[in-house]
């Protein structure tokens, strides 16, 4: 059975920093490409970033390039999200996945989900 479990969000002020975990069992992340989503109210989910098996190849979103920040632990079997830079409109519930095939920017290419973690940004 596979399980992905988001932890990290909360509350935090415009400018500050967060950082999201996803801990993945039933699967060796070395093996998988992942990626993060997020999903504003009233929103369709996108996507925000991936990272290759390897972690040797990775991309972001153009709202989030330059104050996110992708990686991953093999040996704990967890990818992260470093937020800096924190916005009002980066709030959102941000999802982990698992890449299966497809256009790696589409959540149609991703076949496991987390349960997501509410990140708010306000002051």
């Known amino acids: 059975q596979v399980q992905l479990v988001e932890s990290g969000g909360g509350l935090v002020q415009p400018g500050g920093s967060l950082r999201l975990s996803c801990a993945v069992s039933?699967?060796?992340?070395?093996?998988?490409?992942m990626a993060w989503f997020r999903q504003g109210a009233g929103k369709e989910r996108e996507f925000v970033a991936v990272?290759?098996?390897?972690?040797?190849?990775?991309d972001y979103s153009d709202s989030v390039k330059g104050r996110f920040t992708i990686s991953k632990d093999n040996a704990r079997n967890t990818v992260y999200l470093q937020m800096n830079n924190l916005r009002p409109e980066d709030t959102a519930v941000y999802y982990c996945?698992?890449?299966?095939?497809?256009?790696?920017?589409?959540?149609?290419?991703?076949?496991?989900w987390g349960q997501g973690t509410q990140v708010t940004v306000s002051s």
């Open positions: 996945a698992v890449y299966y095939r497809g256009t790696y920017y589409r959540e149609e290419a991703y076949y496991y």
């Open positions: 039933g699967r060796t992340i070395s093996d998988e490409a």
């Open positions: 990272i290759s098996g390897s972690g040797n190849s990775i």
